[in-house]
């Protein structure tokens, strides 16, 4: 970890290198948090094995990709890309993944069991498909669903 001479923080994460603005924001700057390996490229495309330090110097950012024993140089200059559908494997977010009708209400049920239902939200459709992710869940809650509104 490690900051610019703007406030911005730096974090080796493993897989990826993160970077935190002091509104914390955070962006990933490259690599992935879901896939290691060894590549070099602009984002997600870049791969790193066990990233676990890294450093600023006359501007350049420098990280020590230990598993694939290299000491990698990274820039970041984020360009617009095509965005498609969320990378979310199961059970690494709390919430549903709504397709319907855009412009209807649907009302969000969570339920531990699958037989009793208690409603979490009430939702006017914005977009299909339509991610919702539950703000609070509560524990013991494992299951979601979606109920067309008349």
């Known amino acids: ?9 730096y974090f080796a994460c493993g897989t990826c290198i993160r970077k935190m603005n ?13 896939t290691g ?3 070099n490229g602009v984002t ?10 890294a450093c600023l110097s006359q501007g350049m950012i420098f990280v020590a990709d230990s598993g694939n024993q290299l000491i990698r140089n990274i820039t970041f200059n ?22 319907g009708a855009v412009g209807r209400t649907y009302q969000i049920q969570s339920s531990p069991d699958l037989s ?5 939200a009430t939702v006017l459709l914005p ?11 509560i ?12």
């Open 44 to 53: 997600n495309i870049a791969r790193f094995s066990n990233a676990n330090g």
């Open 78 to 99: 984020p360009q617009p890309q095509v965005v498609s559908g969320a990378y979310l494997g199961i059970g690494t977010y709390a919430g549903i993944t709504i397709s």
């Open 22 to 34: 002091a509104a914390t924001n955070v962006v990933t700057m490259a690599g992935s948090f879901t």
């Open 127 to 137: 977009s299909s498909p339509y991610l919702w992710i539950d703000q609070n869940p």
């Open 139 to 150: 524990a013991g809650n494992k299951f979601y669903q979606a109920i067309l509104l008349p």
């Open 116 to 120: 009793n239902w208690t409603t979490r």
């Open 1 to 9: 970890m490690f900051s610019d001479n703007v406030g911005n923080i």
């Open 37 to 39: 390996g060894s590549a």
